[in-house]
C-alpha cells in the first residue's frame, strides 16, 4: 500500500508516518520502480501499536525503547514494568498538578459567585 492508504488506514498524517520513519520505528518500505513506496499490511498494526502506546503515556523515547525490544522478541514483564512504573508515576504526579489548579480555580469561581472577584 502507498504512504497515504497506510496514514489513513492507521489514523494518523503522512508526515507522522516519515517521522516515524526517520526516528526508526516504522522500516522505510521498498521503492517501486514508479519511486512510491510499498508498505506492508503489519505496518498498521505497527503504527497503531505506536500509537497506542503514546496514548498509555509512553515518551516517543520509551516508545522507541519498547518497539526495540519487541523486534526483537526480548519484551516481557520484566523488562516493562519498571517503564509501566514510570508511566503511573509521571500521570500521578500530573493529577496532583491538575487537582491543585482545579482548587485554585473553583476558589477564585466561589469568590466571583459572590461578586468578590
Known amino acids: 500500500m502507498k504512504i497515504g492508504e497506510l496514514a489513513n488506514l492507521a489514523g494518523v498524517s503522512v508526515d507522522t508516518l516519515r517521522f516515524y520513519e526517520r526516528r526508526g520505528l516504522l522500516q522505510s518500505p521498498p521503492r517501486r520502480a514508479s519511486g512510491y513506496r510499498t508498505y506492508a499490511s503489519t505496518a498498521v498494526e505497527r503504527v497503531r501499536l505506536l500509537k497506542s502506546a503514546q496514548a498509555l503515556g509512553l515518551t516517543l523515547a520509551e516508545v522507541v525503547d519498547f518497539l526495540a525490544l519487541l523486534d526483537q522478541g526480548k519484551a516481557n514483564c520484566e523488562n516493562q514494568r519498571p ?3 514510570a ?14 489548579t482545579r482548587s485554585k480555580i473553583a476558589g477564585l469561581l466561589q469568590r466571583c459567585e459572590i461578586d468578590d472577584c
Do not use: G
Open 87 to 100: 508511566v503511573v508515576e509521571r500521570l500521578d504526579e500530573e493529577i496532583a498538578r491538575l487537582s491543585a
Open 83 to 85: 517503564r509501566l512504573k
